[in-house]
Antibody, heavy 118, light 106 residues
């Protein structure tokens, strides 16, 4: 059974940093691209970043370029999102998701809440 | 970015057929996918590439469309289908989602 379990969220002040983790199991992690998708409270879904199966390529939405870094450790089957210079508008639930080759998200974690507030 | 427009809410009775629409601001070929999100849960893939049923999803769900106009159909609707349904396109960069259609049962 595919499982994605996020951790690392919480309350953080504007301008500070936070690192999210996503532990994957039930599939061969290093065969798949992975992604982060966020959802602001009572709002819709928004793609944040994607990383290729081997970590050689990364893609970001414009609003997080230069502030967020997606990475992975295939030996640990873990995906990361380093979030720097956080802003109030980054407040959201962040989902880790497996990104299938036809470019859809076929499995999602339960999500982790990040609140950026002073 | 490609904007996906969905109607905000629908209300139907159990046993009826419901169609949820998603219109793209520019063509997305067949790269439209549908997700179901129940309150407090993560999204779940229902349909990929416009009309392909995801693994484990009941055959009551189906998808159609190409280009700019797409439809998710549930027939018949069951009480457990109360949820918000999102479309997502992945033909144009960046991937974008619709704002969601909240389906309520009468």
């Amino acid at each position: 059974e595919v499982q994605l379990v996020e951790s690392g969220g919480g309350l953080v002040q504007p301008g500070r940093s936070m690192k999210l983790s996503c532990a994957a199991s039930g599939f061969t992690f290093n065969n798949y691209d992975m992604a982060w998708v966020c959802q602001a409270p009572k709002k819709g879904l928004e793609w944040v970043a994607t990383i290729s199966y081997d970590g050689s390529s990364t893609y970001y939405r414009d609003s997080v370029k230069g502030r967020f870094t997606i990475s992975r450790d295939n030996a640990k089957s873990t995906l990361y999102l380093q979030m720097d210079s956080l802003r109030s508008e980054d407040t959201a639930t962040y989902y880790c998701a497996r990104y299938w080759e036809l470019r859809y998200f076929d499995y999602w974690g339960q999500g982790v809440m990040v609140t950026v507030s002073s | 970015d490609t904007v996906l427009t969905q109607s905000p809410a629908l209300a139907v009775s159990p046993g009826e057929r419901v169609s949820i629409s998603c219109r793209a601001s520019e063509g997305v070929n067949s790269y439209m996918h549908w997700y179901q999100q129940k309150p407090g849960q993560q999204p779940k893939l229902l349909i990929y590439k416009a009309s392909n049923l995801a693994s484990g999803v009941p055959a009551r769900f189906s998808g159609s469309g190409s280009g700019t106009d797409f439809t998710l159909t549930i027939d018949p609707v069951e009480a457990d289908d109360t949820a918000t349904y999102f479309c997502q396109q992945s033909w144009n960069d960046p991937d974008t989602f619709g704002a969601g259609t909240k389906l309520e049962l009468k």
